[in-house]
């Protein structure tokens, strides 16, 4: 105990502690969490730079062929040296473009450069079936078109853009085809002019076309969550992707600085604990020698002397005697102070009984050692405890026991719910429970069936067709009677699932998987299961969904949904079930509104109690257990949402669901 105490002191320090580590621990994380996102958006930007760096070389390649196309179409018949011309002044920019082709009527008769290229002259494209799809496609399309990459005969691999080629007439007549043009591109210099690619680059990347395929870089990015966008040119769809060089930097260069900082206001902050606690430490001592000690305890405290007169008493005593403090003076007589509580009706059972029971009063506290327990009049309990002192004084404790007494008839409360709740439950389970046995007699002794009966007479007397009949007449017998025991065995299943969950939910190990739903797919899937007892009924089932999405955990908003539209039909006799939905902010609500029997007000509450029925009895119209509602409840508050009712009885009911709305992302780039 002593060293309990020595230890007490300093259990403010360890709390100061324990906070300043996890403050240090948040700013750490926010900290981690703010580098990691400006890195992402750094690296993001470098990607979008390099991008636009490909899509540009790519378009410029595009442009160059179709200036080729453009010079052919109004120059068909155009030269050798003017061909030469027009190649060398569009590419010579273009250190990456290998060679320009011309193919009047497919048949290649113009290349630049020609010396590296001269073998090529002469080839009839149309001879080569491997050309001539991405040929077909450039003449149908009428738009230039890129494929590749190819392995080169020159060595590496390149692209191939191509271009078909239209003759202009001006008489009216219909431009007549003339051939294509081509460009071979460079595949690693394409990359290397966007800038990809390069020895000291901060970045490592791949490109892949739209079937996957690895167009540049190493596919080891694409396992180290890479920043991906989208490059688009004429008749390609490529993804870049990208990571740092290094791999992403877990650690942000200033954490220990960020600690250092949080460590010097810890050491500042306990320093000045520490003289301020010295400062108090004083300052108690000195108070302590000033206030009666009795003023210490929690409940109330008085003190008689042998002669039943007051010697003193502390102020939790006196409150808890409002209508008599004033007498209490040092000196008083109890029995005067126990008269005038009597005369302004604080004591309830000294009502009718006046004398008698102050003369009873009087003697209890001049023989004390017995514990009494009070009602006064404003409805407080106190337990009474006195006892005598070596002196023959009467010390006497006046405990406030309220809360104790309503706490002991909530538990009775509670205990005669819970005894409803069992008989509910073991009625609601002996119904299937019955007919599972009742039914299970018949699939155990088949021969005591009529059906069965029929088919062993028609199969004595060689009746084939008759046997036939009987044995359908037996099998509906059986299907119907597995069709009553499924049913009886999912009734069994919802009601201990209902239990398991409302158990998981008051012991706090219900969890949750919330994600962004699409909220109609859910709301119909639920109404389907209802709408044949619904149409039993000639029940409507109407939805108004305005809410696209909602933040929630799948299964559970479903156990939401089936008991509240569960409960709509089944208190409906006629009219309709209206569910609506709708988003305001922030919040995702959904609406079943029900004309049926409605709510008395004074039940209103109690439904969403657990063991809580309007109507506990056994013999109730409806079925069910009272679960369904205080499970709703529960899971909406674990989605930090709340359920809510009002109710018109004879009217019907609307009981109204709210969720969190999903938070549009933010920072999202464009792919």
């Known amino acids: 105990m002593t060293l309990f105490k020595a230890i007490v002191p300093y259990t403010r320090y360890l709390a100061v502690l324990v906070i300043a580590i996890g403050f240090g621990a948040i700013l750490d994380r926010e900290n981690s969490e703010h580098f990691r996102v400006n890195q992402r958006l750094a690296l993001i930007e470098a990607n979008n730079e390099f991008q636009s760096a490909l899509e540009r070389e790519i378009n410029e390649k595009i442009l160059i062929t179709e200036g080729v196309m453009a010079a052919f179409a109004a120059q068909p018949d155009m030269s050798s040296p003017d061909f030469v011309r027009v190649a060398s002044q569009l590419v010579r920019n273009a ?8 193919a009047p009527d497919l048949v290649i008769e113009y290349v630049y450069p020609y010396a590296p290229n001269a073998a090529a002259v002469g080839l009839d494209i149309r001879q080569r079936p491997d050309l001539m799809t991405a040929v077909h496609r450039a003449i149908q399309t009428g738009e230039t078109t890129i494929d590749g990459p190819f392995d080169l005969v020159q060595g590496g691999r390149g692209f191939i853009t191509r271009s078909a080629v239209m003759e202009y007439y001006t008489g009216g007549f219909e431009n007549r085809f003339w051939g294509v043009v081509s460009l071979v591109i460079d595949a690693d210099g394409l990359f290397r002019t966007a800038g990809l690619g390069a020895d000291d680059a901060e970045v490592a990347h791949v490109v892949q076309n739209a079937q996957g395929q690895i167009l540049s870089g190493s596919s080891n990015v694409l396992f180290m969550d890479p920043v991906s966008t989208s490059v688009v040119s004429p008749g390609i769809s490529w993804t870049l992707s990208m990571v740092p060089a290094d791999g992403w930097v877990i650690t942000p260069p200033n954490r220990t600085s960020l600690w250092a900082t949080v460590l010097g206001l810890l050491a500042a902050v306990m320093l000045l604990m520490r003289v301020f ?3 108090v430490d004083r300052k108690d001592a000195a108070e302590t020698q000033l206030h009666e000690a009795i003023e210490a305890i929690d409940d109330g405290f008085a003190l008689y002397d042998s002669s039943s007169r007051l010697v003193m008493c502390n102020q939790k005593y006196k409150k808890l005697y409002p209508t008599t403090a004033d007498l209490m003076e040092p000196g008083a007589r109890f029995e005067d102070i126990l ?11 000294a009502m009718g009984r006046e004398e008698d029971w102050i003369r009873e009063r009087v003697l209890a506290q001049q023989s004390p050692g017995q514990m009494i327990e009070t009602q006064l009049s404003d409805g407080r309990w106190l337990r009474m405890v ?11 404790f006046r405990v ?6 309503e706490a002991l008839a909530k538990s009775e409360a509670a205990n005669a719910a819970k005894s409803e709740f069992l008989n509910t439950v073991s009625h609601e389970l002996r119904t299937p429970l019955t007919v599972v046995l009742g039914y299970n007699a018949f699939l155990r002794h088949p021969d005591s069936l009529p059906s069965f009966k029929k088919t062993l007479n028609s199969l004595k007397t060689n009746d084939t067709k ?6 359908e007449r037996f099998k509906a017998d059986l299907e119907k009677f597995s069709k009553q025991i499924e049913v009886s065995g999912q009734q069994l299943m919802a009601l201990i699932s209902s239990i398991l969950d409302l158990s998981a939910i008051e012991e706090g190990t219900l969890n949750l998987d919330p994600d962004c739903l699409e909220l109609e797919p859910i709301i119909l899937e639920v109404v389907e299961q209802f709408q044949l007892e619904a149409d039993k009924k000639g029940v409507e089932i109407e939805v108004d969904n305005q809410a696209a999405e909602i933040l929630a955990d799948p299964q559970r908003l479903r156990q939401v949904l089936l008991n509240l539209i569960g409960n709509a039909v089944k208190f409906t006799d006629e009219g309709k079930v209206t569910v609506r939905t709708n988003s305001e902010l922030g919040r995702t609500w959904i609406e079943v509104e029900d004309t049926g029997c409605g709510i008395p007000p004074e039940h209103l509450e109690m439904i969403f109690e657990r063991f809580g029925q309007v109507d506990a009895s056994s013999s109730r119209k409806h079925g069910g257990i009272g679960l369904g509602l205080p499970i709703a409840k529960h899971l909406a508050e674990l989605h930090g949402g709340a359920i809510s009712v009002t109710s018109t009885e004879g009217q019907g009911s609307i009981f109204r669901v709210e969720f969190n709305a999903p938070v549009p992302a933010q920072g999202a780039v464009a792919g």
């Open 466 to 471: 008759g046997a036939l009949e009987d044995i």
């Open 277 to 279: 606690q010295w400062i």
């Open 400 to 405: 406030d026991i309220t809360e104790l007494k």
């Open 339 to 349: 008269r005038r509580g009597v005369e302004t009706g604080q004591y309830l059972e």
């Open 95 to 102: 250190d990456d473009v290998i060679n320009v082709a011309a």
């Open 386 to 396: 006195e006892r005598r002192t070596a002196s023959g004084s009467v010390a006497g």
